[in-house]
């Protein structure tokens, strides 16, 4: 349903209103042996009816039809599992993994060992055979960051499907101001030269807000837990560590809990009794979709962001785990996507399918004419502040029994990476896709995530 707001004084810093809480609408070996056998995307977690707003929005924004948004959606959630698996497998060898093709079917895999090419193909995977290994160029990328922090040079990411550095600037002459300083081999690094300057979407304007300090104005991410406490994740940059919050009503609703801007674009409110978290986001038409988990979506993956502004919009991931400079600071491990967005826009919710991915943090451009948007992914939030994501499937699956008072058990709430160890119920088991482990996704009753070693 949708709701009036009294206008409030003051600039506001619009958070993209997602989730709705009560009574606000939602917003190695040298060859490795051969993966196991890959179960079907049926089977993988939380595929199942996508709701309307979904299909709608892809059709629209990457010119699908229905049939191929469908597809695309169950061809995402399958490749996931099959990425982490051949990444585990070759270790360090591995240099990325991408998704293409109009339907996503198209699953390559980076090494820099071509002896991986057959277990690569074996697993219905497209062979990349690249030169540097990946660490390297983690390397790279970090001596650019710790050197660039000049608006001049705002974006620095690693190409996966270029195996190079991506330096993005204002100028040829300050992207290379920036290698010399950093003392990288240029050979490694790519530059884009480009007039966008990301900023984060703050804006007076917007729908289904909350209130900080009774002046500046947001909308609501993701719902979350903290043990009794209810609330919602947002992005750090809508308010600092204890200010008050009002719910679109101007009913007294809660407070910042924690907040890191910049460095990380990540906070996260706690509510009072009259509000409750739920898992809907507020999709086109003012339709809900229900979060499933938080399960990390792929390079290539499609992506859709709910906004105040500018409302319902989708695209794909580009690159994960890069840095933006703001006029504010740097802000590391986001993500960079084609979704466009706006002031107003801002912290609100980024979801694949039916997995959360993040809170919007800035961009540049707009939805006329396109733009670059950026998000901090959900799981590090999550992690960082100790909070469970308020999921539809929270509710089912059978209860396991945790192993998470000892070293290495899996316990419920955690958050696990590709390549994470666990053990339960005696059984050891490896994490194939990044997410927040949930009852109902317990390692033995989800194949898609964990793989017994």
């Known amino acids: 349903m949708a709701h009036r707001h009294a206008a409030a004084g003051g600039a506001a810093l619009t958070v993209l209103g997602a989730l709705v809480l009560a009574g606000l609408p939602a917003a190695a070996a040298a060859e490795p042996p051969a993966p196991p056998p890959v179960p079907s995307a049926a089977g993988a977690p939380g595929v199942g009816e996508p709701s309307p707003a979904m299909l709608r929005a892809l059709e629209r924004d990457l010119k699908l039809t229905e049939a191929q948004a469908r597809a695309r959606l169950v061809n995402e959630a399958e490749a996931g599992s099959r990425a982490g ?31 991986d090419t057959p277990a690569i193909e074996a697993a219905g995977a497209r062979a990349v055979v690249v ?5 390297e160029l983690k390397a790279v990328r970090a001596k650019l ?9 705002p974006v620095r990411y690693i190409d996966v499907r ?41 804006d007076i304007r917007g729908g289904d807000p909350f209130y900080i300090d009774g002046t500046a104005r947001c909308s609501v991410g993701f719902g979350v837990t903290k043990g009794d406490q209810q609330g919602f994740a947002t992005a750090g940059h809508c308010g600092q560590a204890g200010a008050t919050t009002t719910g679109y009503n101007q009913v007294a609703q809660g407070t910042f809990q924690a907040s890191v801007f910049p ?16 898992p809907a986001v507020k999709g086109e038409g003012d339709q809900d979709v229900q979060t499933a988990g938080s399960v990390q979506a792929l390079t290539g993956a499609a992506v859709c962001r709910s906004g105040s502004t500018t409302g319902w919009h989708c695209g794909t991931i580009q ?32 979801i694949s399918g039916v997995q959360a991915q993040g809170v919007t943090s800035g961009g540049s451009g707009d939805c006329t004419r396109g733009g670059t948007t950026f998000y901090q992914p959900i799981n590090p939030l999550l992690s960082a502040y100790g909070l469970t994501l308020k999921t539809s499937t929270a509710e089912s699956g059978t209860p396991a029994p945790e192993d998470g008072g000892q070293a290495g058990g899996w316990a419920a709430g955690r958050v696990y990476e590709v390549g994470a160890r666990v053990t339960l119920g005696g059984v050891s088991y490896e994490c194939l896709q990044a997410h927040q482990a949930q009852t109902a996704w317990q390692p033995a009753l989800a194949p898609e995530l964990w793989q017994p070693v």
């Open 131 to 135: 030169k540097t290994p990946l660490e």
């Open 162 to 202: 270029t195996n190079r550095v991506t330096v993005q600037a204002t100028s040829r002459a300050a992207a290379d101001t920036l290698v010399a300083a950093a003392g990288v081999d240029s050979a490694l690094v790519d530059v884009q030269v480009s007039a966008d300057q990301p900023h984060a979407l703050y």
């Open 319 to 350: 690159q994960h785990d890069t840095s933006v400079t703001y006029a504010e600071g740097t802000v590391d491990g986001v993500t960079r996507t084609t979704v466009c967005a706006e002031p107003g826009d801002s912290g609100g919710s980024f």
């Open 85 to 115: 698996r051949l990444q585990n497998a070759l270790g360090e060898r591995f240099a990325g993994a991408w998704l293409s093709g109009l339907t996503s079917a198209d699953l390559s895999v980076a090494t820099t060992d071509v002896a």
């Open 263 to 278: 460095g990380n674009d990540m906070a996260w409110v706690g509510v009072n009794s009259d509000w409750t978290a739920t």
């Open 145 to 153: 960051d710790a050197t660039g922090k000049a608006v001049d040079t």
